[in-house]
T-cell receptor, first 115, second 112 residues
């Protein structure tokens, strides 16, 4: 158990809909990362937050947005869903220490299926 | 630009054989970190090892060993006496500050 909690574990929805994925980081971790894993694209970095602020952005679509709340949990919002958005979405957390980036600890993922 | 290449898409070996997973990285930074993660069929990503760019010592943990060579920008992973439970997708990753790049992974099948 990594200590990172993601909900829901599975989600099935229709094209055009909107969903929210939730992540609670490990206790004490200030950084939260979101990754998308689809069959042909591997692990794609979406976005990172540190203590409530956006710190890095990857290949995140405009239809997707995220935020990190004061209690450090994070939500990833996916809207106007398309079939190609079907994937496993991972959240990871990390301690952000000065000059010593640590490893990421991943949640179990949220599997999104868009029909 | 940073890049991680895992050229082996899929490998199959018979149980008890040794197997090496290759990882080649590209970075212009002098300070960076390398990682290996395991993703078993259940789907979660499990951290295996972290190595910083200043420490080229090889590491051994049980049946797992890692060979880091800056001269060839490689961070290879060897499983000795493989077991069926080692079947998984293995990812190599490169981190500098807040940017973490994963390779596309190597799917390892250990055949009984």
């Amino acid at each position: 158990d990594s200590g990172v909690t993601q909900t829901p574990k599975h989600l099935i929805t229709a094209t055009g809909q909107r969903v929210t994925l939730r992540c609670s980081p490990r206790s004490g971790d200030l950084s939260v990362y979101w990754y998308q894993q689809s069959l042909d694209q591997g692990l794609q970095f979406l976005i990172q937050y540190y203590n409530g602020e956006e710190r890095a952005k990857g290949n995140i679509l405009e239809r997707f947005s995220a935020q990190q709340f004061p209690d450090l949990h994070s939500e990833l919002n996916l809207s106007s869903l398309e079939l190609g958005d079907s994937a496993l979405y991972f959240c990871a957390s990390s301690v952000r220490g000065q000059g010593f980036p640590g490893e990421l600890f991943f949640g179990e993922g949220s599997r999104l299926t868009v029909l | 630009a940073q890049k991680v290449t895992q050229a082996q898409t899929e490998i199959s070996v018979v149980e008890k054989e040794d197997v090496t997973l290759d990882c080649v990285y590209e970075t212009r930074d002098t300070t960076y970190y390398l990682f290996w993660y395991k993703q078993p069929p259940s789907g979660e990503l499990v951290f295996l090892i972290r190595r910083n760019s200043f420490d080229e010592q090889n590491e051994i943990s049980g049946r797992y060993s890692w060979n880091f060579q800056k001269s060839t920008s490689s961070f290879n992973f060897t499983i000795t006496a493989s077991q069926v439970v080692d079947s998984a997708v293995y990812f190599c990753a490169l981190r500098r500050d807040d940017k973490i790049i994963f390779g596309k992974g190597t799917r390892l099948h250990i055949l009984p």
